[in-house]
């Protein structure tokens, strides 16, 4: 019983649907606060002891997505076509904690936006993808130490 108390106190998961609280972690992820055109936005953050996940979808926007991949810079994009993007999708699909409104890519997106090791931990990885067909946009963050 105490191993599982102990357990718990060291990890956290958060998900919100307060609008207020939402764009507040929209301008903490991009550096400013959503403009009405992204109607909707989701969002889970987790973690275990030095691990942390953020997950976040919002309504596609052509020009919010442009000033993120502005604010997010240096970002590297992988096509549809390419290894990498299989790879990346396979890695996403080991998280066992994806909450259940958070699409992977799949045939409806054309690119992933990433990087990697760009926070000051051991590991960080950015994964930033639009799917066409819902007109939302996903972000994936995750670092450990």
């Known amino acids: 019983m105490t191993l599982i108390v102990l357990l718990m106190s060291y990890s956290c998961a958060y998900e919100s649907q307060n609008r207020e609280k939402l764009e507040s972690s929209f301008e903490d992820n991009f550096g400013f606060k959503p403009p009405e055109s992204i109607k909707e936005i989701k969002l889970k953050n987790r973690g275990y002891f030095d691990f942390q996940v953020h997950y976040m979808s919002f309504t596609y926007d052509s020009n919010i997505l442009e000033k993120i991949i502005a604010h997010d810079q240096p970002l590297n994009t992988v096509e549809s076509n390419n290894v ?23 045939k409806n997106v054309d690119r992933i936006y990433y990087k990697n090791d760009f926070l000051d931990h051991t590991f960080s990885e950015y994964y930033l993808w639009i799917d066409k067909q819902t007109e939302m946009t996903y972000l994936y963050v995750h670092f450990f130490d």
């Open 84 to 106: 990498k993007f299989g790879n990346i999708i396979d890695e996403l699909k080991e998280d066992a904690g994806l909450p259940r409104w958070f699409d992977l890519p799949n």
